[in-house]
């Protein structure tokens, strides 16, 4: 069984820039959710999607965004970029029910110049 | 508020030896609990989870934790540390029950494991 994939692996982007990364979750889960892993921050929550609405979404400015696809796939877009947006970015998946947890793909590298 | 708590940064242990790393969290509602692995430049990888019962649960690559509900913890162990143990681990609690379903994980600040042969 294939995992969580995201693409592109590292990314690299200028200040007022948009960038847009990629998730196929694991075939079968319905909930994706992208993570902002930056340096000192830890892993905060950004986003929700199942069953192609936003559920929810984690304290994050509008410039954040994105979808879900009616193949469960996601995209994260993340307009008017600025340096502290440099971080590893973390899409994973869930199946549905209560119990289930996420599995995570490999990330993103997204670095602002 | 939701909060997951990892009070050490780092842990060092000798291979061979048994090894904890700490966990205590505060939600509203029934947790469930979880524990992942990262490995440098790689995503997370689920260890194990506590949802419900027995309160000692067993995971991945030998880990096992131990869900205390009137200490509000969840301390990972493993009986005999290997070296490929090494990495960065995270608590990672979802809460359950009304307005807390948001379906996200609320992560601590991760601990570095660091296994010595």
């Known amino acids: 069984e294939a995992g969580v994939t995201q693409s592109p692996t590292h990314l690299i982007k200028t200040r007022g820039q948009q960038a847009t990364l990629r998730c196929s979750p694991i075939?079968?889960?319905?909930?994706v959710y992208w993570y902002q892993q930056a340096l000192g921050l830890g892993l905060q929550f950004l986003l929700w999607?199942?069953?192609?609405?936003?559920?929810n979404r984690g304290n994050f400015p509008p410039r954040f965004s994105g979808r879900q696809f009616p193949n469960y796939s996601s995209e994260l877009n993340v307009n008017a970029l600025e340096l502290e947006d440099s971080a590893l970015y973390l899409c994973?998946?869930?199946?549905?029910?209560?119990?289930?947890?996420?599995?995570f793909g490999p990330g993103t590298r997204l670095t602002v110049l | 508020a939701q909060s997951v708590a990892q009070p050490e940064d780092q842990v060092n242990v000798a291979e061979g030896n048994p090894l904890t790393v700490k966990c205590t969290y505060s939600?509203?509602?029934?947790?469930?609990l979880f524990w992942y692995v990262q490995y440098p430049n790689r995503g997370l990888q689920f260890l194990l989870k506590?949802?419900?019962?027995?309160?000692l649960v067993k995971g991945s690559y030998g880990f096992e934790a131990e869900f205390n509900k009137s200490q509000t913890s969840f301390h990972l162990k493993k009986p005999s540390a290997l070296v490929s143990d090494s990495a960065l681990y995270f608590c990672?609690?979802?809460?359950?029950?009304?307005?807390?379903?948001?379906?996200?994980?609320?992560f601590g600040q991760g601990t570095t494991l660091q296994v010595k042969p």
């Open positions: 506590y949802i419900t019962g027995d309160n």
């Open positions: 990672a609690v979802r809460a359950l029950g009304g307005s807390s379903n948001t379906g996200k994980l609320i």
């Open positions: 994973a998946s869930r199946m549905t029910g209560s119990h289930n947890e996420q599995f």
């Open positions: 999607y199942d069953e192609g609405e936003e559920r």
């Open positions: 075939s079968g889960h319905t909930s």
């Open positions: 939600v509203s509602g029934n947790p469930y």
